[in-house]
């Protein structure tokens, strides 16, 4: 079952405790389901792919559209290059993490401090 499914069983086995006099379904078997609903939501999350700079690894991409064109151009907003391509966000944050020595997601410069 994917995030979806398992969270619309979920809420189904919910109703169906609330119109019952007793619950009909285990209240821990849908939180297990509930739990296991936000885990595949986020391994759904690093089959997306992402598009980065090949030159800086930057994901900070715009898209120009040019009239009389159906497809704009990607340009990369921090070197202006357009040498793009596409991968999986973890494998593009372990070439990150290769070429400049710290993970994307967990480096100090990214993170606003409180």
Request: aromatic share 8%.
């Amino acid at each position: 079952m994917n995030s979806k499914a398992l969270k619309i069983e979920a809420e189904r086995r919910e109703y169906y405790n609330r119109m019952a006099p007793f619950p009909i379904f285990d209240t821990e078997i849908i939180n297990d389901i509930k739990k296991l609903s936000m885990i595949t939501a986020k391994d759904n999350s690093n089959r997306q792919p992402v598009t980065y700079c090949k030159t800086c690894l930057s994901i900070k991409i715009k898209t120009v559209d040019i009239e009389g064109s159906e497809e704009g151009i990607d340009y990369c907003v921090t070197c202006s290059n357009t040498d793009m391509d596409t991968t999986h966000i973890s494998e593009w944050e372990d070439m990150y993490e290769e070429k400049y020595g710290e993970r994307f997601l967990t480096s100090s410069k990214n993170t606003k401090k409180k």
